[in-house]
């Protein structure tokens, strides 16, 4: 079996009820994103792509953008409960199509959101739970946000961490918006890897050790900037005098990045599969496709990633890790 551990979907009631409270405006942004990835909202086309490849499992995600990002406190709740129940339906009617679901939560809202990681979890069977790289404009690091990390720890249940840019963050200062998808094909990377940072150094993976996340996008930039992130801690250290921004550090930098895991949702290309198994290790590594993003029938994905993880110079129980083992160890995942 091939585990695709960052599936993304948008159940009817859920998104219905997202577009009326998150207002006309926004409906209207993303009519043509939903007319041009159908894959998205339609279980059938869902169905005809997963019937290509018989042996792949998905685990749901609640698709972008992150809710607590375009609707009030109240309305997230609601819509959060609405989005967990209708996901925790389709695992139980499709169990040879959905492994299990990863809870959306109400990050605008701490309290509600520990609320309903419980409920998610204890009495929707849940598996995990979806966060974000940008929770209102707010750091991950937050302090209010230990409350969930502590929460998961105890669970033994990993976070799935999904970058969020958008492109109204221009990328230069005197421009409005980011042009040439510089936004999402480079700005989704380094917004991973900042959070990443904030979590490993602003004491977050300090205080609880066996936190569990899970990096999408084969860890952002990390991997391909490793040799250069311990160059730069070593310098700025020593020769500068840098004092981690008055974070106390219990291992080496480079070390704190490694407790992260990440997925092969790369869209194929071994050599950068290489480059993060080669960081990460074999036990850090979880197959993603990120589907339904790429053509209509959300097979592209599929056809290029499989390939590309059967084509790294690794052994056959490494790739029974990442296709399959290291998910079911990590989101505890019965064998079936």
């Not at 490849?53 to 995600?61: H, I, N």
């Not at 290790?281 to 197959?287: C, K, P, S, V, Y």
Request: negative net charge; hydrophobic residues 40%; proline residues 6%.
């Amino acid at each position: 079996m091939r585990i695709d551990v960052f599936c993304h979907f948008l159940p009817p009631r859920y998104l219905q009820e997202r577009n009326r409270r998150a207002g006309s405006a926004f409906g209207t942004q993303y009519a043509k994103y939903f007319e041009a990835n159908p894959g998205l909202t339609d279980l059938d086309i869902r169905f005809r792509t997963l019937d290509q490849f018989p042996d792949v499992r998905q685990l749901l995600t609640i698709a972008g953008p992150n809710v607590e990002s375009i609707t009030a406190p109240r309305d997230t709740v609601e819509l959060a409960h609405i989005a967990n129940d209708e996901l925790a339906g389709m695992v139980a009617k499709h169990p040879d199509r959905f492994i299990a679901a990863a809870a959306c939560l109400p990050m605008n809202d701490v309290d509600a959101a520990l609320r309903e990681a419980d409920r998610a979890i204890q009495d929707l069977g849940f598996c995990g739970v979806e966060v974000f790289t940008d929770i209102c404009g707010k750091a991950v690091d937050s302090p209010e946000f230990f409350p969930l990390y502590e929460k998961m720890q105890g669970y033994d249940l990993p976070i799935l961490l999904h970058p969020r840019r958008t492109n109204t963050t221009a990328d230069y200062a005197d421009e409005a918006t980011s042009k040439f998808l510089i936004y999402t094909n480079f700005g989704w990377p380094f917004e991973t890897s900042k959070a990443m940072a904030r979590l490993a150094f602003g004491g977050v993976l300090e205080r609880f050790p066996r936190l569990k996340i899970v990096t999408h996008h084969a860890g952002g930039l990390v991997p391909f900037f490793a040799k250069r992130i311990e160059l730069s801690w070593d310098f700025n250290q020593k020769l500068m005098g840098y004092d981690h921004d008055g974070q106390t550090l219990t291992r080496p930098p480079i070390e704190s990045y490694k407790l992260f895991y990440c997925d092969t949702a790369i869209q194929g290309n071994t050599a950068a599969l290489m480059c993060a198994y080669d960081f990460f290790g074999a036990d850090h590594m979880l197959f993603a496709t990120d589907s339904p993003y790429d053509d209509e029938l959300g097979a592209r994905v599929y056809r290029e990633t499989i390939p590309a993880v059967e084509a790294m110079p690794v052994g056959a129980a490494e790739k029974e890790k990442i296709f399959e083992g290291n998910a079911r160890r990590l989101f505890r995942l019965p064998r079936g």
